[in-house]
């Protein structure tokens, strides 16, 4: 069973880079998409609903901005789009899904930089962190199979990033939000790619300037967290630059089916 998380910085836009022949190319069973940055009925009709596929999607108050979207071969017994924070609920970063006995929450995490890259959202982000951390405690706690999925917005460790040194004060490095992704490692949650890779130069985020994605200038902001209980059914978790259309790339785990 394959899970795959793809900020796509706006479906509308990755759909005429060809998403469809990658989502039909993909072999995942549940796809999980971030800033998808329109409503559903903004969406062409193939992508709102593409053969045998189940879709939902959270649009954002603010017209084309962050958003979320997931596909699954199967649907959903349920799926909460909302923590109860109307400052968080209305921007339309949650999905949190149920696949029988496995949970599978998409996120969208904000960014720290305000419209001035002023790191005025960063007790913002930080809020959000939290109260989906609170969310998903019991579940934790009692042992449930769940995984978080989605743009975290945070490059956890140095390995995480081509250049940490000039990057300490910028938001998705600086040690307030570094130490908030500490707290869920902490607590038992599993940062899945890590536990099979411990080497550099792998990234999921690069700028859109000229030349730094072929150069592999690039941060890993995009994450599967497993809970220790889903954590026993992933076999395996993968990073794929190769796959273009966004200036991110997909992430994935591969799970025993058994898991559900």
């Known amino acids: 069973m394959r899970v795959v998380s793809w900020n796509v910085n706006g479906l509308r836009s990755v759909h005429r880079k060809g998403f469809l022949p990658w989502l039909a190319g993909c072999r995942a069973q ?44 199967l649907e959903p017994d349920e799926v909460v789009t909302v923590l109860g924070v109307g400052e968080l609920d209305v921007e339309g970063r949650l999905q949190i899904a149920r696949f029988g006995k496995l949970t599978v929450v998409n996120g969208y995490f904000p960014n720290g930089n305000g419209k001035d890259r ?3 959202r960063i007790p913002y982000k930080l809020t959000f962190y939290r109260r989906l951390f609170e969310r998903l405690e019991k579940p934790l706690r009692d042992g449930g199979r769940v995984l978080v999925m989605g743009d975290f917005n945070t490059a956890h460790q140095e390995i995480d990033l081509a250049r940490p040194k000039e990057n300490r004060e910028t938001s998705g490095f600086r040690p307030e939000e570094r130490e908030e992704f500490d707290r869920w490692i902490r607590a038992g949650w599993v940062d899945t790619f ?15 300037r000229a030349g730094v994605r072929e150069k592999n200038i690039g941060w ?15 076999r395996k978790a993968g990073i794929h630059p190769d796959v273009l259309g966004s200036d991110h790339c997909p992430v994935s785990v591969d799970l025993d089916p058994a898991v559900r």
Do not use: C
């Not at 796809?31 to 959270?58: I, N």
């Not at 890993?220 to 992933?234: C, E, F, G, Q, T």
């Open 118 to 120: 002023d790191l005025s």
């Open 30 to 73: 549940v796809v999980g998409l971030q800033e998808v940055r329109a409503r559903a009925d903004q969406l062409p009709d193939d992508v709102r609903s593409p053969s045998r596929w189940k879709t939902h999607f959270v649009a954002a108050e603010r017209p084309g901005y962050s958003g979320v979207g997931l596909y699954s071969r």
């Open 194 to 208: 890590r536990h099979f890779n411990k080497g550099g130069g792998n990234y999921s985020w690069w700028s859109q």
């Open 220 to 234: 890993r902001i995009d994450y599967v967290l497993a809970s220790p209980a889903a954590m026993a059914y992933v």
